[in-house]
């Protein structure tokens, strides 16, 4: 069964840069279309990147150009390359397995489409 596990959150002033791993065990992560989402409280879990088993990527809006999503097999892990980070970056950032659209921007996936969700790390954009 594939467990994944979220880590690399912190705090960090705005402009700053911060990279999250989603780390697997039980299973492999090539061949799994893996998504980040963020959650804050009060709000809904949004999608903000996925990538794909083909390494087909997709972004929300709201980060596209400023976070990169990339595998790195020989860890087994799926890291968030995090840029100009804004304080309305913060929340809890989850990683899960599931699909990566094509035809249809993360930011509007559904979360029960996806399963095996970590635990989240926290980061926070203040000065």
């Known amino acids: 069964q594939l467990q994944l596990v979220e880590s690399g959150g912190d705090l960090v002033q705005p402009g700053g840069s911060l990279r999250l791993s989603c780390a697997a065990s039980?299973?492999?992560?090539?061949?799994?279309?893996i998504a980040w989402f963020r959650q804050v409280p009060g709000k809904e879990r949004e999608g903000i990147s996925c990538?794909?088993?083909?390494?087909?990527?997709n972004y929300a809006d709201s980060v596209k150009g400023r976070f990169t999503i990339s595998r790195e097999n020989a860890k087994n892990i799926v890291a968030l390359q995090m840029n100009s980070l804004k304080p309305e970056d913060t929340a809890t950032y989850y990683c899960?397995?599931?699909?990566?659209?094509?035809?249809?921007?993360?930011?509007?996936?559904?979360?029960?489409?996806?399963?095996?969700w970590g635990q989240g790390t926290q980061v926070t954009v203040s000065s």
């Open positions: 899960a397995a599931g699909v990566c659209p094509i035809n249809l921007s993360i930011a509007s996936v559904q979360t029960s489409w996806y399963a095996s």
């Open positions: 039980g299973l492999t992560l090539d061949g799994y279309a």
């Open positions: 990538i794909g088993s083909d390494d087909s990527t």
